[in-house]
């Protein structure tokens, strides 16, 4: 099973590796992590997506929770948060294409941030599945380069992780 | 009022405030800022020759006092020869901070001569590491360290400091604590303290499992009125050894691979665990599936992450052991001997822990027996192997603080340090490192210190000329090829050896010098190593093989050649090939 865990961190230097050690030297799965600044510049934020069982995760949890570096840890319950990805893709594109594309991305709301003769930049955010959704109809023109952040994810409502 | 002072100074000042009466290091160039100033300071500090013995002996310190021990080491090698040491420290919890030089901060990253990311390599291996980069920090770092190493699941922190920074001038201040991520917990929850105890009362056949967290929160005292008010039988680990007297009717002593075989067989039928500061470590579960299948299982853990680790657990109590047993033992009523009790006691008459006395040649159990009887109240340190399961196994221990071993990482070499720290700490008690003639001479130059510094420990090597566990268990499961663990006896020689370093050095090798090397021993206040040559082929018994349930513990025979045992023909061939035919 999959789970998503956000950490609110120290920004201090080396925290970052402290984390990935941990998971690696503790045979935890991490299939993916964001990092990126909070309210607080004192403080960073983590999105972390680790495969495993209610064990594993609650294992991972309290070796985070060890961490002196690392201020909070909670799970993000799917159906109880919001999660967001953004990737940019380029794809081949010419002038027979170029529309077919243009359908696609007006109707997944993407954007188009750069084009060339040969060749377009989109730039789409949605939860992983849409964004695999769009990916998967993109193929067909050819994919020449793709980049994803890894999600990032919200409690709903008025709850909130904060240090 | 200005303080302004070097890093250096401002070093040894928190070192001062934190209550460090010593030291254990060895400088190096990037030091010579911090070695100057500890020149012009009356800290204590013991000049080691291998930085690897510094650590140990900051364990050993730490362990016999209770204090968080410190050690010191250059840049670069000296940094990492102090790396196995850190996760001794680390596996067993033992509070300690190691301070490491390290190249100026503008080198760092640049290979620079002697540099090592040592807070990289030690990462996994530390509670918590820090660089230093500015010497405004020295105090703030200096004050966490400690703290983070003593309180909660203590550990060991190693404290990085660049040349530059012991250099450059500060104001010294002595901020408070504040961290904001780091909450050791302290006391149990009250509604987990009173499930506890109503499972204990409820439970029929309770065992009280105790590791080395009952040590480190000093809750020995605790723990006694808790099983005695219960008459709960006691079985400790490795590290809990001492937490409860050996000496008492319901201790069962050790468990796990080479306890009793009354520990195991309790466990193996208990209905209730009652396990504290423990972590349930593969030696002593054996097969985690068929491990206590009809108990339920409280856990008492200042570490929540043990908890539900490797086993499940009916009653987490995550807390301070100390807190936590008070407050159980304030909950339960009395409890008489019964059943349960009877049936243990039965098993303990049917399967004592014993070996074959010899009168010929000297049995290693023998010897423990010996320096029990004549030094009872001693500090024991071992080494690993043989010798470190027959000392916990034959000397019988009353006292957390005087039986210190390494216990999750298994290093050899850790006893003889381990013993020169203890002593620093506990000048007033005897302390003997039980050793190994192989884990010995992994760190014997510290012979060297301990003389130099009139550190007077005393060393009983039970010398079979072999590795002799690793041996053990080709004996077993490798049908006797012994690949590369006959060490022979003839070199070194260790009297020669002791001698060499201004120690005294006695030998026996019939049983009957035993004693008379025993008291020789304990009667010279200089270092003193025993070299007692006891018989190659005894084996630890007993014994659950790997991967077996605990309760399919063996009674492995004793010796299967006569009283000389079939590696006496190792030991001639061996000679043969080095001296030839007269040299045998
Ligand atoms: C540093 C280190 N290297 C290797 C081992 C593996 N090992 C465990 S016990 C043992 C044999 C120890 O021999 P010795 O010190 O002579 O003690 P004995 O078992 O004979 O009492 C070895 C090699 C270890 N525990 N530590």
Same mark, same amino acid.
């Given at each position: 099973?999959?789970?998503?865990?956000?950490?609110?961190?120290?920004?201090?230097?080396?925290?970052?590796?402290?984390?990935?050690?941990?998971?690696?030297?503790?045979?935890?799965?991490?299939?993916?992590?964001?990092?990126?600044?909070?309210?607080?510049?004192?403080?960073?934020?983590?999105?972390?997506?680790?495969?495993?069982?209610?064990?594993?995760?609650?294992?991972?949890?309290?070796?985070?929770?060890?961490?002196?570096?690392?201020?909070?840890?909670?799970?993000?319950?799917?159906?109880?948060?919001?999660?967001?990805?953004?990737?940019?893709?380029?794809?081949?594109?010419?002038?027979?294409?170029?529309?077919?594309?243009?359908?696609?991305?007006?109707?997944?709301?993407?954007?188009?941030?750069?084009?060339?003769?040969?060749?377009?930049?989109?730039?789409?955010?949605?939860?992983?599945?849409?964004?695999?959704?769009?990916?998967?109809?993109?193929?067909?023109?050819?994919?020449?380069?793709?980049?994803?952040?890894?999600?990032?994810?919200?409690?709903?409502?008025?709850?909130?992780?904060?240090? | 009022?200005?303080?302004?002072?070097?890093?250096?100074?401002?070093?040894?000042?928190?070192?001062?405030?934190?209550?460090?009466?010593?030291?254990?290091?060895?400088?190096?160039?990037?030091?010579?800022?911090?070695?100057?100033?500890?020149?012009?300071?009356?800290?204590?500090?013991?000049?080691?020759?291998?930085?690897?013995?510094?650590?140990?002996?900051?364990?050993?310190?730490?362990?016999?006092?209770?204090?968080?021990?410190?050690?010191?080491?250059?840049?670069?090698?000296?940094?990492?020869?102090?790396? /196995?040491?850190?996760?001794?420290?680390?596996?067993?919890?033992?509070?300690?901070?190691?301070?490491?030089?390290?190249?100026?901060?503008?080198?760092?990253?640049? &290979?620079?001569?002697?540099?090592?990311?040592?807070?990289?390599?030690?990462?996994?291996?530390?509670?918590?590491?820090?660089?230093?980069?500015?010497?405004?920090?020295?105090?703030?770092?200096?004050?966490?360290?400690?703290?983070?190493?003593?309180?909660?699941?203590?550990?060991?922190?190693?404290?990085?400091?660049?040349?530059?920074?012991?250099?450059?001038?500060?104001?010294?201040?002595?901020?408070?604590?504040?961290?904001?991520?780091?909450?050791?917990?302290?006391?149990?929850?009250?509604?987990?303290?009173?499930?506890?105890?109503?499972?204990?009362?409820?439970?029929?056949?309770?065992?009280?499992?105790?590791? @080395?967290?009952?040590?480190?929160?000093?809750?020995?005292?605790?723990?006694?009125?808790?099983?005695?008010?219960?008459?709960?039988?006691?079985?400790?680990?490795?590290?809990?050894?001492?937490?409860?007297?050996?000496?008492?009717?319901?201790?069962?002593?050790?468990?796990?691979?080479?306890? /009793?075989?009354?520990?195991?067989?309790?466990?193996?039928?208990?209905?209730?665990?009652?396990?504290?500061?423990?972590?349930? &470590?593969?030696?002593?579960?054996?097969?985690?599936?068929?491990?206590?299948?009809?108990?339920?299982?409280?856990?008492?853990?200042?570490?929540?992450?043990?908890?539900?680790?490797?086993?499940?657990?009916?009653?987490?109590?995550?807390?301070?052991?100390?807190?936590?047993?008070?407050?159980?033992?304030?909950?339960?009523?009395?409890?008489?001997?019964?059943?349960?009790?009877?049936?243990? &006691?039965?098993?303990?008459?049917?399967?004592?822990?014993?070996?074959?006395?010899?009168?010929?040649?000297?049995?290693?159990?023998?010897?423990?027996?010996?320096?029990?009887?004549?030094?009872?109240?001693?500090?024991?340190?071992?080494?690993?192997?043989?010798?470190?399961?027959?000392?916990?196994?034959?000397?019988?221990?009353? &006292?957390?603080?005087?039986?210190?071993?390494?216990?999750?990482?298994?290093?050899?070499?850790?006893?003889?340090?381990?013993?020169? @720290?203890?002593?620093?700490?506990?000048?007033?008690?005897?302390?003997?490192?039980?050793?190994?003639?192989?884990?010995?001479?992994?760190?014997?130059?510290?012979?060297?210190?301990?003389?130099?510094?009139?550190?007077?420990?005393?060393?009983?090597?039970?010398?079979?000329?072999?590795? @002799?566990?690793?041996?053990?268990?080709?004996?077993?499961?490798?049908?006797?090829?012994?690949?590369?663990?006959?060490?022979?006896?003839?070199?070194?020689?260790?009297?020669?050896?002791?001698?060499?370093?201004?120690?005294?050095?006695?030998?026996?090798?019939?049983?009957?010098?035993?004693?008379?090397?025993?008291?020789?021993?304990?009667?010279?206040?200089?270092?003193?190593?025993?070299?007692?040559?006891?018989?190659?082929?005894?084996?630890?018994?007993?014994?659950?093989?790997?991967?077996?349930?605990?309760?399919?513990?063996?009674?492995?025979?004793?010796?299967?050649?006569?009283?000389?045992?079939?590696?006496?023909?190792?030991?001639?061939?061996?000679?043969?090939?080095?001296?030839?035919?007269?040299?045998?």
């Amino acid at each position: 099973m999959r789970h998503t865990i956000a950490v609110i961190v120290e920004n201090k230097s080396g925290v970052l590796t402290r984390i990935a050690g941990l998971f690696s030297r503790r045979s935890f799965n991490i299939d993916g992590l964001s990092v990126g600044a909070t309210d607080n510049p004192e403080y960073s934020r983590m999105t972390i997506t680790v495969e495993g069982d209610d064990e594993v995760l609650e294992q991972v949890i309290k070796q985070l929770s060890k961490l002196i570096n690392v201020i909070r840890v909670t799970e993000l319950v799917p159906a109880e948060s919001v999660e967001r990805e953004l990737a940019v893709i380029k794809v081949t594109a010419d002038k027979d294409s170029r529309s077919e594309i243009m359908q696609i991305v007006n109707i997944f709301r993407a954007k188009i941030i750069d084009v060339s003769a040969r060749s377009m930049i989109i730039e789409v955010t949605g939860d992983e599945e849409k964004i695999n959704a769009i990916v998967q109809l993109l193929r067909q023109f050819g994919i020449k380069e793709m980049a994803r952040t890894g999600k990032v994810s919200m409690i709903r409502g008025a709850r909130v992780i904060k240090a | 009022m200005s303080n302004k002072m070097t890093g250096a100074q401002a070093v040894l000042e928190s070192l001062k405030r934190e209550g460090v009466d010593v030291v254990f290091g060895l400088p190096g160039g990037v030091l010579l800022p911090l070695y100057d100033a500890i020149y012009q300071s009356d800290l204590h500090h013991i000049l080691v020759r291998h930085e690897q013995g510094a650590a140990h002996m900051a364990d050993g310190y730490a362990r016999a006092t209770g204090k968080v021990g410190v050690c010191i080491a250059t840049s670069g090698p000296g940094a990492t020869n102090l790396v /196995t040491g850190i996760a001794n420290a680390y596996m067993d919890s033992v509070p300690m901070v190691a301070i490491t030089g390290q190249v100026n901060t503008w080198l760092i990253g640049k &290979d620079a001569f002697q540099e090592a990311d040592i807070t990289g390599i030690t990462l996994p291996i530390t509670k918590h590491n820090y660089l230093l980069r500015s010497a405004k920090d020295i105090t703030r770092v200096f004050r966490e360290a400690f703290y983070i190493a003593r309180t909660g699941r203590p550990g060991p922190v190693l404290i990085d400091l660049p040349r530059d920074v012991t250099v450059d001038e500060v104001e010294f201040t002595w901020p408070e604590v504040s961290l904001p991520g780091y909450h050791p917990s302290f006391k149990a929850h009250e509604m987990q303290i009173k499930k506890a105890a109503k499972a204990l009362m409820e439970a029929e056949r309770p065992v009280i499992y105790v590791g @080395g967290g009952v040590k480190y929160a000093a809750a020995h005292r605790e723990l006694y009125s808790l099983a005695t008010k219960i008459n709960a039988p006691v079985t400790t680990t490795l590290m809990g050894i001492g937490c409860f007297p050996e000496d008492h009717p319901l201790s069962l002593g050790m468990l796990g691979m080479h306890g /009793t075989k009354y520990a195991n067989y309790a466990i193996q039928e208990s209905d209730l665990i009652l396990a504290v500061g423990a972590r349930f &470590d593969d030696r002593v579960t054996g097969k985690i599936s068929s491990f206590a299948p009809r108990a339920k299982i409280v856990h008492i853990d200042v570490d929540p992450a043990e908890v539900g680790k490797n086993v499940r657990v009916d009653i987490p109590v995550v807390g301070d052991a100390k807190n936590a047993l008070e407050g159980l033992e304030k909950e339960v009523s009395p409890k008489p001997k019964g059943a349960w009790n009877e049936k243990i &006691d039965g098993w303990r008459k049917d399967h004592p822990l014993t070996y074959i006395p010899d009168m010929t040649i000297i049995k290693p159990q023998y010897v423990i027996e010996k320096l029990c009887e004549l030094a009872p109240d001693a500090i024991i340190t071992t080494e690993v192997g043989q010798n470190q399961m027959w000392a916990a196994q034959f000397f019988v221990h009353k &006292d957390p603080q005087k039986f210190i071993s390494s216990g999750g990482l298994g290093t050899m070499g850790y006893g003889f340090p381990a013993a020169i @720290g203890a002593k620093m700490g506990r000048p007033e008690c005897e302390v003997i490192d039980i050793a190994g003639d192989g884990s010995f001479l992994m760190n014997s130059q510290e012979l060297a210190t301990a003389v130099v510094n009139d550190i007077p420990v005393k060393i009983a090597i039970l010398n079979n000329g072999c590795l @002799g566990m690793v041996r053990q268990w080709q004996e077993l499961f490798f049908e006797k090829r012994y690949s590369a663990t006959i060490l022979g006896r003839t070199s070194p020689d260790f009297v020669k050896l002791a001698e060499a370093y201004g120690a005294v050095g006695l030998r026996a090798t019939k049983p009957s010098e035993v004693e008379p090397v025993i008291r020789a021993a304990l009667a010279t206040d200089r270092p003193t190593l025993m070299d007692f040559i006891v018989n190659p082929a005894e084996k630890v018994s007993p014994m659950v093989p790997a991967g077996a349930t605990i309760s399919e513990i063996l009674e492995l025979e004793w010796c299967d050649e006569g009283h000389i045992g079939h590696l006496e023909k190792h030991y001639s061939d061996q000679r043969k090939a080095i001296f030839g035919e007269e040299g045998c």
